[in-house]
């Protein structure tokens, strides 16, 4: 599959640099030309001797060597490369590439080539989550040719628990071959509901909710980027409309319901209902504005189409993925949303906390399907949403 594919790998200080070997090796099983590039600090954790004999390659180490000037010097390595993947980045080699730094072999060569680079981080969870590394993530996330690989959750060499792993040797040759692959949702449509809906009660006021659309418009983005077809159907937000996706307004849930519906209709792989519906609306709209000529109430409410629960039992219906905002009992009930709307996954996140929710730029959450779950911890709306997809992405060919 990667036959005559160019690939630099970049090895920096990191415990999972054992790893590394490994993805060497599946790459040139895959059929690979692969070079290895060793920061200092990458040496500490396995010698040049094992990256050499593993990719059949001599492994570059100094930048201000004779000796491999005379062979291949960096600028033509840098220009040999189809493709660089770091791994693993360590928070150091993140923050000096982030800095455009060239004050080694490695980052001399990321700022020289004109390759896509991929970065597949591994640190201590609380230094992934310090917020000088999502700085410096969020600063490299607005480069187009760069790619941010993971990291994965669980449990990290230093006993401590969260996100910071390095991906799975298998899972980072898996996105080397979706790269050359124009991407891992190449070739499929995906049909995304985003933000709240609109339940009019008479031609000035509405029932709504504070959905600000940032994870269903973030996972159109990682959708696009991935390679999918995305049509997204969207509730009023404040939000542009992502380039390269055809977004659809709608303000009710019914007139969601029937854009979705008609999206799935001209076929549809995956469908991700991450809008925030609103459960009821006013039986009857009134036509004129109400006065207040009372002192009390009552607006009649009628509970409104599941949209979600539709497309999942449709007979031609796509992975169906939904959301579960909770305050409480966050997974449980999630879990219960899942078996009662027969989703294939469902995304849970506790919207009472202040960090994460609605209108934040952030989010943690819990992913749950038939038989798994993944959780992933504080990291911005943009991340997870390419975290949540290459999810989807690895179900789907399961
Ligand atoms: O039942 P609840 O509203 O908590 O379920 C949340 C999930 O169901 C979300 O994925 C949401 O987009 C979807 N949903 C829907 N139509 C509704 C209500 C919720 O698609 N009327």
């Known amino acids: 599959m990667l036959n005559g594919r160019r690939i630099l790998v970049g090895v920096t200080g990191g415990i999972a640099a054992y790893k590394t070997a490994e993805l060497v090796r599946l790459l040139i099983k895959a059929g690979a030309d692969v070079r290895v590039v060793m920061t200092s600090g990458g040496q500490e954790f396995i010698t040049p001797l094992t990256m050499q004999a593993l990719s059949g390659n001599p492994v570059h180490t100094h930048l201000l060597d004779t000796d491999a000037e005379a062979g291949m010097g960096h600028i033509e390595l ?12 360590s928070a150091d080699f993140i923050a000096r590439i982030s800095a455009g730094m060239a004050n080694d072999l490695l980052t001399t060569l990321c700022l020289a080539t004109e390759a896509p680079i991929a970065l597949a981080p591994a640190m201590n969870q609380a230094m992934w989550k310090n917020r000088r590394t999502q700085r410096n993530i969020e600063a490299l996330s607005d480069d187009p040719k760069l790619f941010i690989w993971g990291p994965a959750d669980g449990e990290q060499a230093c006993g401590d628990i969260g996100a910071g792993r390095m991906l799975e040797p298998e899972q980072l040759a898996g996105r080397v071959k979706g790269h050359f692959d124009h991407g891992f949702l190449h070739g499929k449509k995906v049909v995304i509901t985003a933000g709240p809906t609109r339940e009019a009660i008479d031609p000035v006021r509405y029932i709504s909710n504070h959905s ?94 599941d949209i979600v629960a539709t497309i999942a039992a449709r007979k031609d219906r796509p992975f169906t993925v939904g959301f579960a905002a909770e305050t409480q009992d966050v997974v449980a009930y999630a879990e219960g949303k899942l078996q009662r709307k027969k989703l294939d996954m469902i995304v849970a996140n506790d919207v009472s906390d202040q960090r994460i929710g609605f209108n934040s730029e952030n989010n943690e959450a819990t992913v749950l399907w038939n038989g798994g779950c993944q959780s992933f911890s504080l990291q911005s709306k943009s991340l997870l949403a390419v975290n949540i997809m290459a999810l989807i992405a690895s179900r789907i060919s399961s």
């Open 78 to 89: 840098a220009k040999w490369a189809d493709l660089v993947v770091i791994a693993p980045a």
């Open 212 to 305: 600000s659309g940032k994870m269903g418009y973030a996972l159109a983005i990682a959708a696009r980027d991935a390679g999918a077809q995305v049509e997204l159907v969207s509730g009023p937000v404040a939000i542009p409309a992502p380039e390269g996706v055809e977004t659809i307004y709608v303000s009710s849930a019914s007139t969601m319901l029937e854009a979705a519906q008609n999206a799935v209709d001209k076929g549809c792989d995956i469908f991700i209902a991450s809008a925030a519906v609103a459960d009821y609306r006013p039986d009857e709209i009134q036509e004129q504005k109400i006065k207040k000529s009372q002192d009390k109430m009552v607006i009649e409410l009628i509970k409104n189409p």
